[in-house]
């Protein structure tokens, strides 16, 4: 059975840094692919970072391009996203997600396991 956690959201002020934690459980967590979304109150829930099987290949929404980064330890079955020079329009609820090939994607669509969201809040 596979399940997806997400951790290390927080209030945070303009201009700080975070990193958000993604534990994924199941076998061959190596195998697949993994993705960062987030969901802002009134809004749909957008692309926001994806990292291949090995993390040899990352992709990132352009408003978070040169801010955030995507990595993985598969060692330990977890993913990050480092979050820096952080906005008040970064501001949502951030998920994980898994996906069920080793090529990573951008749609939701494209993802079949999910976390339960972790939220981030930037005051300016």
């Known amino acids: 059975q596979v399940q997806v956690v997400e951790s290390g959201g927080r209030s945070v002020q303009a201009g700080d840094s975070l990193r958000l934690s993604c534990a994924a459980s199941?076998?061959?967590?190596?195998?697949?692919?993994m993705g960062w979304f987030r969901q802002a109150p009134g809004k749909e829930r957008e692309f926001v970072a994806a990292a291949n099987w090995n993390g040899g290949h990352t992709a990132y929404a352009d408003s978070v391009k040169g801010r955030f980064t995507i990595s993985r330890d598969n060692a330990k079955n977890t993913v990050y996203l480092q979050m820096n020079s952080l906005k008040p329009e970064d501001t949502a609820v951030y998920y994980c997600?898994?996906?069920?090939?080793?090529?990573?994607?951008?749609?939701?669509?494209?993802?079949?396991?999910w976390g339960q969201g972790t939220q981030v809040t930037v005051s300016s």
């Open positions: 199941g076998l061959s967590f190596s195998n697949y692919a």
């Open positions: 997600a898994r996906r069920s090939i080793g090529l990573l994607g951008r749609e939701r669509s494209e993802y079949n396991y």
